[in-house]
């Protein structure tokens, strides 16, 4: 990704790419267990036979790849693989659970695949699919995957294989970074600045992009990091896809704002001579989305309320709970006002669905599994059920119908983590119990449950006897805590490593195995370093009071003390002015107009204030790279000293 003169200082925006830590190398990772492969066994019986639907579509219409697997950066580094999961064939092993390896016997395949006379996807590039339409002079791209060097390797293909085009019109379903990421990829900002290219989006979309991973964006790159199993090898024992795709792709993130934005449903746009009509779903799986019909070709791009797994009403890595009726109403209207009309039903991840019938089976079997979940967790919870036991007694229960489609499967969200997540979006976290408002923390709390239980090695024992049965639950719990207790204790972090590597295996979903194998690793390897690199183009479109607000999180009233500040604030490349007051307990930004009497004034460009802000670089640094200071330069000083440096990682599974 591109750096600028911001650096690290807005880790928050982007996804890190972690760098395994240096030391010697660890043990290989255990086979698995007499319980693991009983298990296995068991989830194997009740995989569907070879050669159904899903096989058939996710190859149909493949035209052409790559020759070279490897897609590069402008430096020679790789940021993609296309065979990573070339080993992915036959049999399942033990140390894979069955249905996840069937589902990546589809979800492999790479290259451009037909889907109608004048569309196509290209497929496997990165975590996303781009979609390409055939207009009357040139191509319509829809979601330009995460990097520039993957989507540029797309449309190479796509040009190579049907023919050189210009590009008239790029769409963005939704707000998230593998969607839009890889836009200059397959487009100059000239083109569009100049109104050969138009960019499409759903209301709201540039405020989203930029600013949903802001303010958490720390503790969401740490938490990625377990979720898509960051530096992890594919295999046998390592990571096995994210469930929606493969992984996430390891270069350049871009952005070019969209000229045009839809706001409502039903609305049509000809583009290019294409007559495409839009859905609105923003608050379902993102906070500003569209669904797409491309009506001369009766195809409808669900964008990723539907794809080939049940997706996630609360992401691992962290976000605001997302609206589970809600994204079921829009599955409806989906199903009962496009599917009808559609030939094929596409996505931005997995293969389509071909077929008017099951275009309409389809989608209605996604809405009935998310609408099952979210009516049956509010059923129970309204019934005294904590979210524990509704998530325990809903994991069993999918109704019969639903555990048929293979596409309701949690390959990338799974039920437990879903009904819990319904239940925090109407109730929180709380669950009534009162022991449960003020408990110890959680290295307090471990201590005095390990001195209750008897002790290290009385805890070991007990965890030995759980392992043995396969009961890798309660395993982990016992020692989960006494790592916490003990972290120097090399039993106990071997023990809840095998624990963990173990529930890892037996995961039908492809990010829960990442999550356990990820703590597995850490506790054996140590915590993996990392570094992120960012993107520019975000970097310029993020607010400045979000900037603001941001760089507030982390300011120290204990290191500033009771002093107070007023700094003014001139932007001189964005015209814009703006303020800090600071007093002995916050930080607060504000945009619009100077204060009357500041006791300091920065004058300048925006990446000049961003290196005091985020850098924490010195005043007189500063100073002398374009930025004005007028006033008590000391004061400002001690501002940027009481702001934390920025989120370098932190431990999980150790305290």
């Known amino acids: ?33 007499d319980t693991t492969r009983a298990a296995q066994a068991a989830a194997a019986a009740q995989l569907p036979p070879e050669g159904t639907r899903d096989g058939a579509f996710a190859t149909r219409g493949f035209m052409a790849t790559r020759a070279d697997p490897v897609i590069r950066d402008a430096a020679g580094k790789p940021v993609w693989n296309l065979d990573a999961y070339a080993f992915v064939s036959g049999p399942a092993p033990e140390t894979v659970h ?7 016997t589809h979800l492999k395949h790479h290259g451009l695949f037909k889907v109608s006379d004048n569309i196509w996807q290209v497929r496997g590039f990165d975590l996303s699919n781009m979609t390409i339409v055939r207009g009357q002079t040139g191509w319509i791209v829809i979601d330009p995957l995460t990097s520039v ?33 890889g836009v200059r990829g397959v487009v100059d900002p000239s083109d569009v600045a100049a109104g050969r290219t138009q960019v499409i989006a759903p209301e709201g979309f540039m405020e989203e992009a930029t600013s949903e991973n802001i303010m958490a964006g720390g503790a969401m790159m740490r ?80 964008a990723e309320i539907a794809t080939c797994t049940l997706h996630n009403i609360l992401t691992p890595r962290g976000a605001k709970v997302r609206d589970a009726r809600a994204w079921a109403h829009f599955l409806d209207e989906a199903a009962t006002r496009y599917a009808p009309q559609s030939d094929t039903v596409i996505s931005s991840h997995c293969w389509p669905i071909f077929g008017r019938e099951e275009g309409i089976a389809w989608l209605s079997a996604q809405r009935d599994n998310y609408r099952w979940l979210h009516d049956q967790t509010v059923r129970r919870m309204n019934r ?4 524990h036991e509704i998530a325990e007694a809903l994991e069993n229960a999918t109704p019969p119908a639903l555990a048929a489609e293979w596409s309701t499967h949690g390959y990338y969200g799974t039920v437990s983590h879903n009904s819990k997540a319904v239940y925090q979006f109407y109730l929180g976290w709380y669950d009534a119990v009162p022991a449960n408002l003020h408990q110890h923390t959680p290295v307090a709390r471990a201590r005095r449950l390990i001195d209750a239980l008897g002790g290290a090695e009385r805890t070991l024992a007990l965890a030995d006897n759980a392992m043995a049965s396969g009961d890798y639950r309660w395993a982990s719990d016992l020692l ?35 999550q356990f194998l990820a703590a597995a690793a850490d506790l054996v390897r140590g915590r993996a370093a990392s570094s992120a690199a960012q993107s520019s183009d975000l970097i310029a479109a993020l607010a400045t009071q979000e900037l603001l607000d941001s760089a507030a999180t982390r300011f120290a009233p204990e290191r500033h003390g009771a002093r107070r500040l007023t700094v003014g604030i001139e932007l001189t490349d964005r015209n814009e002015q703006a303020m800090i007051e600071v007093n002995g307990q916050v930080m607060i930004g504000r945009m619009g107009a100077l204060p009357d009497a500041p006791d300091v004034t920065i004058r300048g460009p925006r990446l000049a204030l961003l ?26 000083q001690a ?17």
Not at 482 to 508: H, T, W
Not at 639 to 655: E, R, S, Y
């Open 223 to 302: 938490r990625a990091a377990f979720q898509f199993g960051t530096g992890m090898e594919p295999g046998a024992t390592g990571q096995m896809g994210s469930g929606i795709g493969a992984a996430v792709s390891g270069g350049t993130l871009s952005l070019i704002a969209p000229t045009r934005t839809v706001a409502t449903t039903g609305e049509t746009l000809r583009v290019d001579g294409v007559d495409l009509q839009f859905q609105i779903v923003s608050g379902s799986e993102a906070p500003a989305e569209f669904n797409v019909f491309i009506a001369p070709e009766k195809t409808f791009l669900a």
């Open 149 to 181: 060097e993957t989507a540029k390797a797309a449309m190479e293909l796509v040009n190579a294989t049907l023919g050189q085009r210009p590009v008239s019109a790029v769409i963005y379903s939704h707000s998230h970074a593998d969607h839009f990421g």
């Open 384 to 387: 005294g059920e904590t979210m």
């Open 1 to 33: 990704m591109k750096r600028s003169m911001t650096g690290s200082a807005l880790a928050l925006l982007m996804t890190a790419e972690a760098v395994m830590a240096q030391g010697n190398v660890p043990p290989s990772p255990a086979p698995a267990s």
């Open 611 to 636: 290196a005091l802000l985020f850098l924490k670089q010195p005043v007189s640094a500063v100073q002398g790279a374009g930025l004005e200071v007028n006033g008590d330069a000391a004061g400002l």
């Open 98 to 104: 069955p249905s996840l390896w069937r589902h990546m």
């Open 639 to 655: 501002l940027i000293d009481a702001l934390d440096p920025m989120p370098q990682g932190f431990d999980i599974v150790t305290p």
């Open 480 to 514: 989960q805590n006494l790592v916490f207790a003990e972290p120097d204790n090399a039993a106990a972090r071997a023990k809840l490593a095998a624990s963990y590597e173990q529930q890892g295996y037996r995961a039908e979903s492809a990010i829960w195995r990442n």
